[in-house]
């Protein structure tokens, strides 16, 4: 693994994350563990340089972002904007979903992820 992919110093940072999971992440988390989206492996609260993303695939490159409350403060949208561009730069995709979504349609997200997974595949 390169020194960009969870650098030690945030080992505990990602370890809160983990343990601090919102509502839509949980559902989330239990519908992408144990190989359950196409047989594909995903991380949660996996780290790119100085950046902790939602949940990743290494396999697929493909990192998905849930959006809760603090994604909508003041400045938050440009943040979010130079992060995912950062975190492009290494070949990453990125799918990204409102709390509201996952919990109001799961299956539509579910879907949207298996579409990109599709996507991929076939390229």
């Keep these: 693994m390169t020194t960009n992919f969870n650098i030690k110093t945030q080992t505990a940072k990602r370890r809160f994350l983990?343990?601090?999971?919102?509502?839509?992440?949980?559902?989330?988390?239990?519908?992408?563990?144990?190989?359950?989206?196409?047989?594909?492996?995903?991380?949660?609260?996996?780290?790119?340089?100085?950046?902790?993303?939602?949940?990743?695939?290494?396999?697929l490159m493909l990192a998905i972002e849930i959006d809760g409350d603090t994604h909508y403060r003041n400045g938050a949208e440009e943040y979010d904007r130079q992060r995912q561009t950062h975190?492009?730069?290494?070949?990453?995709?990125?799918?990204?979903?409102?709390?509201?979504?996952?919990?109001?349609?799961?299956?539509?997200?579910?879907?949207?992820?298996s579409n990109k997974i599709s996507e991929i595949e076939a390229k």
């Excluded at 563990?33 to 790119?48: I, W």
């Excluded at 979903?97 to 997200?109: A, D, P, Q, R, S």
Aim: glycine content about 6%; some cysteine.
């Design 18 to 59: 983990r343990a601090h999971l919102s509502k839509a992440e949980a559902i989330m988390w239990k519908n992408l563990s144990r190989k359950q989206m196409l047989g594909y492996k995903f991380r949660r609260q996996y780290g790119v340089d100085n950046y902790v993303i939602d949940f990743y695939c290494p396999e």
């Design 87 to 113: 975190i492009e730069e290494f070949g990453i995709q990125f799918l990204r979903f409102t709390n509201t979504e996952v919990l109001k349609n799961l299956n539509g997200v579910l879907q949207s992820i």
